[in-house]
Nanobody, 129 residues
């Protein structure tokens, strides 16, 4: 059974850091594209980062402009976990954060919500002073 579990959310002040973990069971993350998404109150869920599977010749990562330079996505194959390091957090980063997985022949990871078919339960991230 494919399962994803996010952890690491919490309350931090603006400018602070958090690391989110997305731990997988029932499948090997290496062979799946993994995306990170967030949903702010009253807004639609948006994809903001992803990491491609290791099936291709290289591993690609992607970030939307709003998080580029502040967030870093990485995979630990031995722990079957994808990490999201978030630095210089801003109040507008507040929301529920989800990781998701899709097994696809696409070379690059997609960032759209509709591409992904396995989701974690989400973890709350609140940035406030």
């Amino acid at each position: 059974q494919v399962q994803l579990v996010e952890s690491g959310g919490g309350l931090v002040q603006p400018g602070g850091s958090l690391r989110l973990d997305c731990a997988a069971s029932g499948f090997a993350l290496d062979y799946w594209h993994i995306g990170w998404f967030r949903q702010a109150p009253g807004k639609q869920r948006e994809g903001f980062s992803c990491i491609s599977s290791r099936i291709g010749s290289r591993v690609d990562t992607y970030y939307i402009e709003a998080v580029k330079g502040r967030f870093t996505i990485a995979r630990d194959s031995a722990k079957n976990t994808v990490y999201l390091q978030m630095d210089n957090l801003k109040p507008e980063d507040t929301g529920i954060y989800y990781c998701a997985a899709v097994q696809s022949g696409m070379t690059r990871c997609p960032v759209g919500v509709t591409f992904y078919d396995h989701w974690g339960q989400g973890t709350q991230v609140t940035i406030s002073s």
